[in-house]
């Protein structure tokens, strides 16, 4: 299952950076290539931590907002 909004927030993110793919994103991240595709694709299954981390990375930050 994905996230298609996390997906294209990070994809997004990625090519303002001329970050083309994940091979390149994991290379400047000190994350397994396993663990950042996981963020790439927007899967359900990414731990916040490595979203966070490739968030840093891509110089994004993360905001929790409260269901109303």
Do not use: P
């Not at 298609?4 to 091979?23: C, F, P, S, W, Y």
């Not at 731990?47 to 968030?55: E, F, I, M, P």
């Amino acid at each position: 299952m994905e996230n298609l909004e996390l997906r294209n927030i990070i994809r997004t993110a990625a090519l303002q950076k001329n970050i083309t793919g994940v091979m390149a994103l994991t290379e400047i991240c000190d994350l397994s290539y396993e663990r950042v595709s996981r963020v790439w694709s927007g899967s359900v299954s990414a731990k916040l931590s490595d979203v966070a981390h490739v968030a840093d990375v891509l110089d994004l930050k993360i905001k929790f907002v409260g269901k109303n």
